[in-house]
């Protein structure tokens, strides 16, 4: 007896445990790594944020060649120290280097999930079952499907920084809560609130609200001192923080917060109907945002209104921002989500008293909210994107039918890794961690171009890039390498 009771704890604190993750991080390698394989990663965010990583790794602080006319380096967008802890890394893993770490971070944070039930709860086989539906949740392939974003780190920071702080291990809670503001002032931001809701969950112990409240007024300072005198030093001259995108609610961030208050109907609206009318196509994202949620656990922030506080920054940010791409399920705008939905959900469902029921919601809720993620890569409302960068079932995802990619593999294969280059948007991530990489057309001291003639030649068109390649070519200072109907290298020439 005793040795089949320790073949079942084994079973499901061990094997079950990392054939779940096997299984999760072959899906979800699936979907980063054959995107960025099949040159659907872009400058914008991949190249310039591995160009960031590529800079500290070499111990400096580096200028965002890429070129922006608010910001000369990545932290006039976000200040995410975070990105100096990765640095190392690239000498390991190259133009991968973020996408391996985001990729990690999300097995990492599962785990978080997994252990945090392990604390809290007595039943061998909740933790699991947690640890799997936190996987599945649609946050995390979202997204995989869309570049590197600090704040999917920082997201994975938050099932580890709730353990801690039910365990009162304060050494651990603060290295959890110096990690989660370090992935940038937006989740510093967030922060506060996922302390406020822990002080609302310890409201009968007096030393934990007081930690919680230390907690969330960090947050508040970080993020304060974050806006206000670190991201100005890095802005251009005249250029103020480009992130207040809530105009239909206001001017600032005051007047948002008052007319919330002097309109409280208005701000209810905004959470469920779409505020761009010009653009019909984007009436339901916001719907499709809150099926989503429901059908990932959603009744866990009903059933534990602390977690509904912990996501109101993020609700209302997206609900009211001016992009319609925030409004949905797309990218990585959804995910703060997945360790919110998991522990609120798996937190209820712990306190069922009969084994067999609460395992059989457990297992059901689980089965939901991977279903419900299955079906909608194929039914949901994808923005600018093509949903074949998020559907690995989807035969185009395994290969690029516009055109062939082997030529621009090696096309990449005539630059040198120390020369400066210039390149286009989806050429750029691959070749990204050198010292000077430009963002084409902007070409400025580079020796070598590679430039994309046909389909993904953004920011400008077609035809206007095959001229501005003929105009290279035709002034003498060029010569011409190697070029197929898809891509030509260019070489500078020297007097």
């Given at each position: 007896?005793i040795a089949k009771?320790?073949?079942?704890?084994?079973?499901a604190?061990i094997?079950?445990?990392?054939?779940?993750?096997?299984?999760?991080?072959?899906y979800?390698?699936?979907?980063?790594?054959?995107?960025?394989?099949q040159?659907r990663t872009?400058?914008?965010?991949l190249?310039?944020?591995?160009?960031?990583?590529y800079?500290?790794g070499?111990?400096?602080l580096g200028?965002h060649?890429?070129?922006?006319?608010?910001?000369?380096?990545?932290w006039?967008?976000h200040?995410?120290?975070?990105?100096m802890l990765?640095?190392?890394l690239?000498?390991?893993?190259g133009?991968y280097?973020?996408l391996?770490v985001?990729?990690?971070a999300i097995?990492?944070?599962?785990?978080?999930?997994f252990?945090y039930?392990?604390?809290?709860?007595?039943?061998k086989?909740l933790?699991?079952?947690a640890?799997?539906?936190?996987l599945?949740?649609?946050?995390?392939?979202s997204?995989?499907?869309?570049?590197?974003?600090?704040?999917?780190?920082g997201a994975m920071v938050v099932?580890?920084?709730?353990?801690?702080f039910h365990?009162?291990d304060?050494?651990?809670?603060?290295?959890?809560?110096?990690?989660?503001v370090?992935?940038?002032?937006?989740?510093?931001?967030?922060?506060i609130?996922i302390?406020l809701?822990?002080?609302l969950?310890e409201?009968?112990n007096r030393?934990?609200?007081m930690?919680?409240?230390?907690?969330a007024?960090f947050c508040l300072?970080?993020?304060?001192v974050s806006l206000?005198?670190?991201?100005?030093l890095?802005l251009?001259?005249?250029?103020v923080?480009?992130?207040f995108?809530?105009?239909v609610?206001?001017?600032?961030?005051?007047?948002?917060?008052v007319?919330?208050f002097?309109?409280?109907?208005k701000?209810?609206?905004?959470?469920?109907?779409a505020?761009r009318?010009?653009?019909?196509?984007?009436k339901l994202?916001?719907v499709?945002?809150?099926?989503?949620?429901?059908?990932?656990?959603?009744?866990?922030l009903?059933r534990?209104?602390?977690y509904?506080?912990?996501?109101i920054?993020?609700i209302?940010?997206k609900?009211?921002n001016d992009a319609?791409?925030r409004?949905?399920i797309n990218a990585?705008?959804?995910?703060?989500f997945v360790?919110?939905?998991?522990?609120?959900?798996?937190?209820?469902?712990k306190?069922?008293?009969i084994p067999?029921?609460?395992?059989?919601v457990?297992v059901?809720m689980?089965?939901?909210t991977?279903t419900?993620?299955?079906v909608?890569?194929?039914?949901?409302?994808v923005?600018?994107?093509?949903p074949?960068n998020l559907?690995v079932?989807?035969?185009?995802?395994w290969e690029?039918?516009?055109?062939?990619?082997c030529?621009l593999?090696y096309?990449l294969?005539?630059?040198?890794?120390d020369?400066p280059v210039?390149?286009s948007?989806?050429?750029?991530?691959?070749?990204s961690?050198?010292d000077?990489?430009?963002f084409?057309p902007t070409?400025k001291?580079a020796e070598?171009?590679?430039?994309?003639l046909?389909l993904?030649t953004?920011p400008i068109?077609e035809?206007r890039?095959?001229?501005?390649?003929q105009?290279m070519l035709?002034s003498g200072?060029?010569?011409?390498?190697w070029?197929?109907?898809?891509?030509?290298?260019?070489k500078r020439r020297h007097p």
């Amino acid at each position: 007896m005793i040795a089949k009771r320790s073949f079942a704890t084994a079973l499901a604190q061990i094997w079950i445990p990392l054939l779940v993750l096997l299984l999760f991080g072959v899906y979800h390698g699936c979907i980063t790594f054959v995107n960025h394989w099949q040159f659907r990663t872009f400058a914008f965010d991949l190249g310039y944020y591995t160009h960031t990583v590529y800079e500290f790794g070499h111990l400096r602080l580096g200028e965002h060649v890429l070129e922006n006319s608010i910001y000369w380096h990545t932290w006039g967008d976000h200040f995410e120290p975070i990105l100096m802890l990765i640095g190392p890394l690239i000498h390991i893993f190259g133009a991968y280097t973020l996408l391996i770490v985001q990729w990690a971070a999300i097995l990492i944070g599962a785990i978080g999930a997994f252990r945090y039930f392990q604390f809290r709860s007595e039943d061998k086989w909740l933790p699991v079952i947690a640890m799997a539906q936190f996987l599945a949740i649609w946050g995390n392939s979202s997204a995989l499907s869309f570049d590197f974003h600090a704040v999917v780190l920082g997201a994975m920071v938050v099932p580890w920084l709730l353990l801690y702080f039910h365990k009162r291990d304060r050494l651990r809670l603060v290295i959890s809560l110096l990690l989660l503001v370090a992935c940038g002032e937006k989740v510093a931001f967030w922060g506060i609130f996922i302390f406020l809701g822990l002080a609302l969950l310890e409201l009968r112990n007096r030393r934990q609200v007081m930690w919680a409240l230390g907690g969330a007024t960090f947050c508040l300072a970080w993020t304060a001192v974050s806006l206000k005198y670190v991201i100005p030093l890095f802005l251009r001259p005249d250029k103020v923080y480009q992130h207040f995108d809530f105009h239909v609610m206001g001017e600032s961030n005051a007047e948002v917060i008052v007319n919330c208050f002097k309109d409280p109907l208005k701000a209810i609206r905004l959470l469920y109907i779409a505020h761009r009318p010009e653009l019909p196509e984007t009436k339901l994202l916001k719907v499709e945002l809150w099926k989503m949620v429901a059908l990932s656990g959603g009744i866990g922030l009903l059933r534990r209104p602390a977690y509904l506080l912990m996501l109101i920054p993020i609700i209302f940010t997206k609900m009211f921002n001016d992009a319609d791409i925030r409004w949905g399920i797309n990218a990585h705008y959804s995910i703060e989500f997945v360790p919110i939905l998991c522990i609120a959900l798996y937190e209820w469902v712990k306190d069922i008293r009969i084994p067999q029921l609460r395992r059989s919601v457990a297992v059901f809720m689980l089965i939901l909210t991977a279903t419900s993620s299955i079906v909608s890569l194929s039914t949901r409302y994808v923005w600018s994107s093509r949903p074949e960068n998020l559907n690995v079932f989807d035969p185009r995802h395994w290969e690029r039918w516009e055109y062939d990619i082997c030529n621009l593999e090696y096309a990449l294969t005539f630059v040198p890794p120390d020369v400066p280059v210039t390149a286009s948007d989806r050429l750029v991530p691959h070749i990204s961690p050198r010292d000077k990489i430009y963002f084409f057309p902007t070409v400025k001291d580079a020796e070598y171009a590679v430039i994309q003639l046909i389909l993904d030649t953004y920011p400008i068109p077609e035809d206007r890039c095959r001229q501005l390649y003929q105009e290279m070519l035709g002034s003498g200072e060029w010569e011409e390498l190697w070029v197929s109907p898809e891509v030509g290298v260019l070489k500078r020439r020297h007097p």
